[in-house]
């Protein structure tokens, strides 16, 4: 990601979940945001100002009347300040409180004043939570342009199992930096990314896959997402997290990638398969367990359905990117797939390397056009990749 100096305002109110807002501090202070620290009254008898002073690096506000610091009116120059505000935790009562345009504190008049998009991050009791009131003044927040990352399931710190845990610290800062992100060049655009490895199976227990770790393909999901694309993300079976913010669709086989892809095909406006797709499958899948019996066990595979090909012979306008894993000859072999597959860019990369590749975050690869420029790419993060090739995509 890259570096940025825009203001986040925090709001702390008054929960348990109080010191996990020091976590998102933290977080957001070491990608180099500006970060303001407004506490309500009742935040500061969880945590001591000073945690939030000492992590943001800023006078924490807590007090709409204290002796002012400089000439400004505080809730009016935050919220002019703000590039994005967050409440974490948010209360029931804050939330009341802005539906219902309650402004008497330095929270809710900033909030009111400000200009900037507000984001909420609720934790309260799973009954509060799920109270009608509550959950109408979430609608009503939403309806009026005001986003919520929601509450995950779980214990409560009342002892009570349910929705109301604030959401995943790591979870809330990545949505506020892909709200804050640099480059918003893709909004209105549908983008489709195609990631991980699919499986073949030779039995109930039994199955051929490769090492693809999937992270490419998530790495180019999340730019689109960031970049305001609505994306869609067909996904083999990985041991990653899957993202917020887009429509995720699980497959295992490539069949079933083959029927994820094909189904939203059309309306897309750009699709990329960075997908290590499985290229044979058994001839005859066995409905039993395979006994061991003979010394030798011959398995007889056959090929699938190359899905990138198809959608070159099916594309329209749509912009079709994909990859050439290659260990020899790169630059020829991932021609070769450009041009067979019909593709408008090709990411080749050299899977032999041992310091980029499968599992690791980094990659180096060659952009192939067709166009006939080729243009190759230092070893960089994932990100950084999914970042030029989107960047390369908006040249046109
Ligand atoms: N691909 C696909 N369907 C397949 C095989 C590959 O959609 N059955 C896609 C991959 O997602 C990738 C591109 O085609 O974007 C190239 O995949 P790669 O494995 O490098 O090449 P193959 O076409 O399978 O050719 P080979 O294995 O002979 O190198």
Known sequence: MTKNKKTVVIGVTGGIAVYK???????????DYEIHVIMTDSATKFVNPLSFQTLS??????????????WEIQHISLAKKADLMVVVPATANIIGKVANGIADDLLST??????????????MNTNMYNNSIVQDN??????????????????????????????????????????????????GK????????????????RYITNRSSGKMGYAIAEEARDRGAEVTLVKGPTSLEPPFG????????TDEMLDGVLNNFNEQDIIIKAAAVADYKPKQYSEQKIKKASDEFNLTLIK????????????????????????????????KKLKNKNLDYILGNDITASDTG????????????SDGRNIPLEKMSKRQVARELFDLINEK
């Open 57 to 70: 690096q800023n006078i924490v506000n807590y007090d709409m009347f204290c002796e002012p610091k400089a």
């Open 358 to 369: 499968f599992a690791s975050d980094d990659n180096r690869v060659t952009i192939l056009c």
């Open 138 to 187: 979430i609608r009503k927040l939403r309806e009026y342009g005001y986003t919520f990352i929601n509450p995950a399931s779980g214990r409560l710190a009342c002892g009570d199992e349910g929705e109301g845990k604030l959401a995943d610290t790591e979870l809330i800062s990545k949505h506020i930096e892909s709200m804050l992100y640099d480059k918003k060049d893709l909004l």
């Open 246 to 253: 887009m429509s995720v669709i699980n497959v295992r086989t």
């Open 304 to 335: 699938g359905t190359d899905i990138l090909k198809k959608l070159g012979q099916l594309k329209k306008d749509q912009i079709l990117v994909g990859f050439a894993a290659e260990s020899n000859d790169l630059l020829q072999n991932a021609e």
């Open 190 to 205: 549908k983008v489709l990314v195609t990631a991980g490895p699919t499986i073949a199976q030779i039995d109930p227990v």
């Open 110 to 123: 900033t909030i009111m004043a400000t200009k900037a998009p507000v984001v909420f991050a609720p934790a």
């Open 21 to 31: 807002a020091l976590d998102v501090v933290s977080k957001l202070k070491k990608k």
